[in-house]
């Protein structure tokens, strides 16, 4: 089936400029920034960023009823996916540590 697009007018301006200059289209169909920061950045950006905000310790936190048996239950749900599928390649699961 042949489609009919209607032409488009694009600004002069984008026809001379690459708009998206900072990124680029990888060979993975992923955009991709032209100049990525540095380890040095990284490491600074981290800091400055993750210890100004840090809390205190987030696993004493009291967590509500309902979330407990929310998080309770994705963990049994997760031992039951893995002990089937050692069942299904002939392993005990009662032999493994799960």
């Not at 800091?47 to 309902?66: D, V």
């Not at 048996?69 to 994705?74: D, G, L, S, V, Y």
């Amino acid at each position: 089936m042949e489609r009919n697009w209607p032409d488009v007018n694009v600004p002069a301006e984008w026809e001379k400029k690459d708009i998206y200059k900072p990124v680029f289209l990888n060979r993975y169909g992923y955009y991709e920034l032209r100049r990525q920061n540095t380890p040095e950045e990284r490491g600074r950006n981290f800091e400055e960023n993750y210890f100004q905000n840090y809390a205190g310790q987030t696993y004493a936190k009291e967590y509500p009823e309902s979330e407990l048996a929310f998080i309770r239950n994705k963990i049994e749900e997760r031992e039951l996916v893995i002990r089937e599928n050692l069942q299904k390649v002939g392993k005990n699961p009662e032999d493994s540590p799960v």
